[in-house]
């Protein structure tokens, strides 16, 4: 299999979307992918209405100087947006100084929220998005910032994300807000971590 580079894409690298005309998109799999400059890493999007994007593996890959590395995210500052992201899984990635956060969850249409790792005004809104059973396996991050991102609804947490053997090299750790998950052979521990909800300094 021959390896895709991509040259400073200018936008999302290899961006794993919801389908057209109100489909779903599952069972997809990205790998040996090298990924340079650009907005963001290995990325699974969810647009406007009720989509669904599942079973996902990015693996093997390489990001170098994105904006951030690895993670999800809504595609645009859609206003209702109550789709789901289930069951991605990122394996074998070295992400090396992506310009934020190393490792991101952004369930919210707002891209200052995201800029900062900071909840939007209305974070209670029923139109926000699900993530759900996310696996980050053998990653090896160094950023100048901060490690992860991790923003989630009240009312719609994220839940069932996993860090096997995730190692970042950061100044500062990971900011949470309602995320619940588990961590094995990881540093820095995620702040997701056990039943508590906290929040990582910047």
Not at 96 to 101: D, E, G, I, K, N
Not at 123 to 134: C, E
Request: net charge negative.
């Amino acid at each position: 299999m021959l390896q895709l580079v991509l040259a400073c894409a200018g936008d999302d690298c290899v961006p794993t979307n919801a389908g057209p005309y109100g489909t779903d998109t599952s069972n997809v799999l990205v790998e040996r992918v090298h990924c340079e400059c650009g907005t963001n890493g290995g990325v699974p999007i969810v647009g406007s209405g009720e989509h669904t994007v599942s079973n996902v593996v990015y693996r093997d890959m390489v990001i170098n100087q994105t904006g951030q590395g690895i993670g999800f995210k809504i595609s645009e500052a859609y206003e209702n947006v109550t789709g789901q992201a289930v069951n991605i899984t990122w394996e074998n990635i070295h992400i090396l100084h992506p310009r934020r956060a190393a490792i991101y969850v952004n369930v919210f249409a707002e891209d200052a929220a995201e800029s900062a790792c900071v909840l939007p005004k209305n974070p209670n809104r029923a139109h926000w998005l699900t993530a759900q059973n996310f696996t980050y396996r053998d990653i090896v991050a160094v950023t100048d910032t901060y490690a992860g991102c991790f923003l989630c609804s009240p009312t719609r947490p994220c839940s069932g994300l996993h860090f096997y053997n995730v190692s970042v090299q950061a100044p500062s750790g990971f900011r949470c807000f309602n995320v619940h998950g588990t961590a094995e052979s990881s540093s820095p521990v995620p702040c997701f971590v056990g039943d508590a909800v906290e929040v990582g300094q910047l």
